[in-house]
């Protein structure tokens, strides 16, 4: 129900013209249109690529990105940069394919946790969290936490629980390796445990980044360059740390075109699309329009729901 009607909104933006009139905006502001996504399906992700191509936008690799950024190379018109955050084994499925038969490059940006363990720690809280007590059920509360009170809570679960295989949900070392050797594809870094940088002490962020970029540099034998903040999240802390161990650009999920050479390289705009739904849903949220439609609307559907069933 929810997502038919996500899906209408969507098509009304586009019957009014409402998402020609922001596509036609980005383009004039001549930038890069990055886009992120972490475990789409492949039909949605395959409906985004096609109309992109039938618009005539211009694919970029995370190395033109930053070519770009730098200032070596011009932006070319209508230009498209596809990331996806956490390394979700669907991933190899569902976007690869799709990336290969469009010739459309892509990057992953990797927890390495993850990729060890098999398991994100926000699928070990939402699977079970009956194990906790109750204020820590919501993952948006465990997200505000401390570092150290997150990790007490993992590690909780940790004890108890015998993971399945259908909580790996993240790729393993050598399915990793696979991704960074294809031509398409390029890996950047996402902190070792998917932390909330701005609640890490200095010294546990460091460690989050020393600790995934010298994993993720032994398994791939290749410099990592760009960094996406988990959740989105950052405080100001995190540059000086990225720059020390060799990172060149960061990207938030602030929904902008990134501007080359007027935004600090570090804070990065990219907008976000869901992982399902349809092509006309996510075209909303490619232009961040959907976004701003949809709080106010989840908000009124509840206010009518309590009503209903007083
Ligand atoms: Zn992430």
Redesign the pocket.
Known sequence: MKEFLYHLIGQVLIITNILKYFRIKHIRQNGIHAIYS?NPTRSLFEGLVQWQKAQGYHFLSAEEVLEIIKGNIPTPPKAVWWSF??GWLGNIENVLPVAEKYEVPITI?I?TEAVEDRVYWWTKIRKYRHLLPTKYHDLNVIKTLSEDERQDIISQLDKQVTYQDSDKQAVNIEQLQMLAAHSLVSIGG?THR?VMTPNCTKQQLEDEIKTSTEKLQKWLNQPLKIF?Y??GDFNGQEMELLKKYGYEAAFTTQRQIILPQTQNPFYLPRFGITDEGSVAKNLGFMFGIMQRIIKPLEHIIMRLKKLFIK
């Open positions: 972490h955050d956490d940006f927890c996402h998917h996406a988990p959740n």
